[in-house]
């Protein structure tokens, strides 16, 4: 019979592993802790792999319908004028990248319903334990009956339960990067339909994205390690937040004010996982339970690649996991490595720490011709190698 593989995880990630493990011979059933598909919605961005993977899955087409409206980024002062700003149409253009932003809410669902008939779903529930032997893997669910598995691949996120259970507690894997990260959706569209607008002081970031109608306010800050965060806490987020932009100006006191408000705000930290190796046993990690990676977008692109490379190995050799486990870890780890060693070039962009910093990114920005954006780009955020499109 097929192999059976279950997936946590209906994310990114979780949704085109299943979808290829199908298109494999693979009988891939996905549980997802939520009700439902759920997502921060911030914009993300399918480059470089991924743009081959979405088009091998037929789906490139329904992204790019779905694309946001924004062709570029403009750095206001606190009275709200325009002091520098970066055409990303334009460096878009001169690198002959093909790539698409769209929502992570917009990108899951389009993953999942590439693939939804040919796996089974089992929303609202998660694993609580993990047991394995030589030839397949006891799983016991919050809701469901145990159920066994040949194989467990955990693409659950920064958070992951899979690695947990697996692997051991999440402070042995994941660190702190310095820095925190909110999002919430706004009642109406963005004032600039065209262009993200963000504000920044000494050490914090706020943007309005126009997304597609429907504005995103963002707010990306400097910090330490918060003694008890707990990442499903919200009103300890909206304090967080509160303490942190407390006497920003532009907008900021308004969006704080919507913010202690929402009911949809997404807190995280800026955080790395850092594991010497991805599986154990029949248990393998995928996207950002394996590696999460920086500010820009890598992680939707870099699990989407990794999910497809994945799946490739484990048809290659289907009765000897571990070798086809071991195959991906060291096919992706070449794009993954670099990314992870980006963030601080993308926070001191994003979020520099001065306002000396602040001042020369802007002044910097108004004299940076799209080529040489397109060649930062590539160099430090674009992945440098497209196995998907090598791959038969």
């Not at 590439?114 to 809701?143: H, P």
């Not at 954006?373 to 674009?382: D, H």
């Amino acid at each position: 019979m097929s192999p059976t593989v279950l997936i946590s995880g209906a994310g990114i990630a979780g949704s085109t592993l299943a979808y290829w493990l199908a298109e494999q011979g693979f009988r891939p059933t996905v549980v997802e802790r939520a009700a439902g598909l759920r997502s921060s919605g911030s914009p993300v961005d399918v480059r470089g792999p991924a743009v081959e993977v979405a088009e091998r899955m037929g789906v490139m087409d329904r992204l790019r319908d779905a694309a946001t409206t924004a062709t570029g980024m403009a750095f206001v002062n606190d009275a709200g004028r325009r002091v520098g700003g970066v055409n990303t149409r334009a460096m878009q253009r001169a690198s002959g990248s093909r790539e698409v932003e769209v929502t992570r809410t917009d990108l899951a669902t389009i993953l999942y319903k590439a693939g939804r008939d040919s796996a089974e779903y089992l929303f609202g529930d998660t694993m609580t334990a993990i047991s394995q032997d030589d030839t397949g893997v006891e799983v016991t669910f919050e809701k469901a009956a145990p159920r066994r598995f040949d194989l467990v691949v955990g693409a659950d996120g920064l958070h992951s339960m899979t690695r947990r259970l697996a692997f051991g507690p999440e402070s042995a894997f994941v660190r702190h990067m310095g820095l925190y990260v909110a999002t919430m959706p706004l009642d109406g569209p963005a004032e600039r339909r065209s262009e993200v607008v963000i504000y920044n002081s000494p050490g914090r970031m706020v943007a309005i994205h126009p997304v597609r109608g429907r504005a995103l306010a963002a707010f990306i800050f400097r910090g330490p390690a918060v003694d008890g965060f707990d990442h499903r806490d919200t009103e300890q987020h909206k304090r967080i937040l509160g303490d942190a932009y407390a006497g920003a100006g532009w907008q900021v006191p308004e969006l704080l004010e919507r913010a202690r408000a929402a009911e949809d705000l997404w807190f995280d930290s800026v955080s790395q996982v850092r594991i010497d190796c991805w599986h154990n046993g029949r248990v393998a990690l995928l996207g950002d339970a394996a590696s999460s990676v920086s500010l820009f977008g890598d992680g939707s692109t870099l699990a989407m690649s990794g999910a497809y490379t994945l799946a490739k190995e484990l048809a290659a050799s289907p009765g000897d996991p571990q070798a086809a486990f071991a195959r991906y870890e060291a096919e992706h780890r070449t794009l993954v490595d670099s990314r992870q060693d980006n963030v601080a070039a993308a926070a001191s962009l994003m979020v520099p720490a001065t306002r000396i910093g602040i001042d020369a990114r802007n002044l910097a920005s108004r004299f940076w011709p799209a080529a040489a954006a397109a060649s930062w780009v590539r160099n430090r955020l674009v992945p440098r190698r497209e196995p998907a499109a090598a791959a038969a």
